[in-house]
Protein backbone atom coordinates (compact mmCIF):
# COMPACT_ATOMS: atom_id res chain seq x y z
CA UNK A 1 0.00 0.00 0.00
CA UNK A 2 2.96 2.42 0.69
CA UNK A 3 4.05 2.03 -2.74
CA UNK A 4 0.94 3.20 -4.24
CA UNK A 5 0.43 6.12 -2.14
CA UNK A 6 3.95 7.09 -2.95
CA UNK A 7 3.42 6.49 -6.56
CA UNK A 8 0.28 8.71 -6.27
CA UNK A 9 2.17 11.34 -4.53
CA UNK A 10 5.18 11.47 -7.15
CA UNK A 11 3.19 11.95 -9.90
CA UNK A 12 0.74 14.54 -8.65
CA UNK A 13 4.08 15.87 -7.58
CA UNK A 14 5.10 15.76 -10.93
CA UNK A 15 2.37 16.77 -12.62
CA UNK A 16 0.36 19.27 -10.68
CA UNK A 17 -3.09 17.29 -11.18
CA UNK A 18 -4.49 15.26 -8.16
CA UNK A 19 -4.20 11.69 -8.66
CA UNK A 20 -7.53 9.76 -7.66
CA UNK A 21 -6.88 5.86 -8.05
CA UNK A 22 -4.95 3.23 -9.17
CA UNK A 23 -7.12 1.37 -11.58
CA UNK A 24 -3.92 -1.49 -12.43
CA UNK A 25 -0.88 -2.66 -10.39
CA UNK A 26 1.67 -5.11 -10.92
CA UNK A 27 4.90 -6.57 -9.99
CA UNK A 28 7.68 -6.13 -13.24
CA UNK A 29 11.22 -7.56 -12.97
CA UNK A 30 12.52 -3.76 -12.57
CA UNK A 31 9.62 -3.09 -9.74
CA UNK A 32 6.30 -1.78 -10.25
CA UNK A 33 3.99 -0.87 -12.92
CA UNK A 34 0.64 0.85 -11.93
CA UNK A 35 -2.14 2.45 -13.95
CA UNK A 36 -3.21 5.73 -12.36
CA UNK A 37 -6.49 8.06 -13.15
CA UNK A 38 -5.77 12.07 -12.63
CA UNK A 39 -8.29 14.18 -12.74
CA UNK A 40 -7.01 16.86 -15.08
CA UNK A 41 -9.73 19.35 -16.14
CA UNK A 42 -12.58 20.12 -13.16
CA UNK A 43 -15.39 20.98 -14.83
CA UNK A 44 -19.24 21.03 -13.20
CA UNK A 45 -21.62 19.30 -13.53
CA UNK A 46 -18.59 16.96 -12.48
CA UNK A 47 -19.31 14.47 -14.63
CA UNK A 48 -18.13 16.76 -17.15
CA UNK A 49 -14.59 16.55 -16.07
CA UNK A 50 -11.78 15.31 -17.91
CA UNK A 51 -10.03 12.65 -16.91
CA UNK A 52 -6.71 10.80 -17.74
CA UNK A 53 -4.95 7.65 -17.31
CA UNK A 54 -1.38 7.56 -16.70
CA UNK A 55 1.18 4.56 -16.92
CA UNK A 56 3.20 4.67 -14.29
CA UNK A 57 6.54 2.59 -13.68
CA UNK A 58 7.96 2.52 -10.33
CA UNK A 59 11.98 0.81 -9.56
CA UNK A 60 11.84 -1.73 -7.14
CA UNK A 61 12.29 0.70 -4.53
CA UNK A 62 8.75 2.43 -5.31
CA UNK A 63 11.01 5.38 -6.82
CA UNK A 64 8.51 7.18 -10.19
CA UNK A 65 11.47 5.84 -12.95
CA UNK A 66 8.76 7.42 -15.98
CA UNK A 67 4.96 8.03 -16.52
CA UNK A 68 2.85 8.52 -19.81
CA UNK A 69 -0.91 8.89 -20.21
CA UNK A 70 -2.45 6.58 -22.31
CA UNK A 71 -6.11 7.83 -22.17
CA UNK A 72 -8.08 10.62 -21.64
CA UNK A 73 -11.87 10.70 -21.28
CA UNK A 74 -14.91 12.70 -19.66
CA UNK A 75 -15.43 10.85 -15.86
CA UNK A 76 -19.43 10.44 -16.76
CA UNK A 77 -18.15 8.38 -19.65
CA UNK A 78 -18.37 4.58 -19.66
CA UNK A 79 -15.12 2.38 -20.47
CA UNK A 80 -15.36 1.42 -24.22
CA UNK A 81 -12.66 -1.31 -24.16
CA UNK A 82 -10.57 -1.49 -27.10
CA UNK A 83 -11.05 2.66 -27.96
CA UNK A 84 -8.29 3.98 -25.90
Excluded at 14 to 32: D, R
Excluded at 52 to 61: K, P
Aim: hydrophobic share 35%; charged share 35%.
Amino acid sequence: MEVLREARAQLAELTGMTAESVSSFEQTEEGWALEVEVLELERVPDTMSLMASYQVELDAEGQLTGYRRVRRYERGRADARGSR
